[in-house]
């Protein structure tokens, strides 16, 4: 599924920001690190929604077929991109797995450092396809660091320059960590 992921991504209009340059690798804040993340892409066909959230000490990655935000309570104590990530909901056709081994979050800033992500906080467009009216592509993303700061994207038809890749690289984690978790 990963690699059609980013087939539809190239083939499908993801059209990118600004020139078609390389993007820029962005440095984590000093002394900061990944504590959530919350990443989705719909095209054709729905994917899963992929989250991840730490405690500290406890990893969790979920692949569910259900928005986060449609558990949205009136009392948010997390981002809603978050709710219910470190368990399997009523309804939810989910898969779930906690992981002790913190590399798995410094493979995760890595792939966001690489792409830069952390330049992409408030990209929110979306582009027409004229008169094409039941096709697009949708991109969003989520993520919190541990110094409190957060990026968001979410777009329409376009997406920031290396986002099918980091997608790409990051669903390949959540699903070889997902394998590794049924052996």
């Not at 919350?38 to 990893?59: N, R």
């Not at 986060?68 to 368990?87: D, F, T, V, W």
């Not at 396809?129 to 968001?152: A, I, M, N, P």
């Amino acid at each position: 599924m990963t690699w059609l992921s980013a087939l539809l991504a190239c083939f499908c209009g993801c059209s990118q920001q600004g020139d078609d340059a390389p993007p820029s690798p962005t440095a984590l804040p000093e002394g900061s690190s990944l504590s959530a993340l919350y990443l989705h892409h719909e095209g054709m066909a729905m994917e899963p929604y992929y989250l991840l959230c730490t405690d500290g000490q406890k990893i969790s990655l979920k692949m569910t077929d259900t928005s986060p935000l449609e558990y949205l309570q009136q009392e948010i104590e997390a981002s809603p991109y978050l709710q219910g990530c470190g368990q399997i909901l009523e309804g939810e056709k989910a898969r779930l797995h906690h992981v002790d081994d913190p590399s798995v979050l410094r493979d995760m800033e890595e792939i966001i450092v690489r792409y830069g992500a952390l330049n992409w906080d408030g990209f929110d467009r979306s582009e027409s396809k004229g008169k094409v009216t039941d096709s697009g592509q949708r991109y969003e993303l989520y993520f919190e660091l541990s110094d409190g700061s957060s990026v968001t994207v979410q777009s329409y038809n376009c997406c920031p320059t290396g986002f099918p890749e980091l997608q790409q690289e990051l669903q390949s984690i959540f699903h070889t960590q997902m394998e590794q978790s049924e052996e």
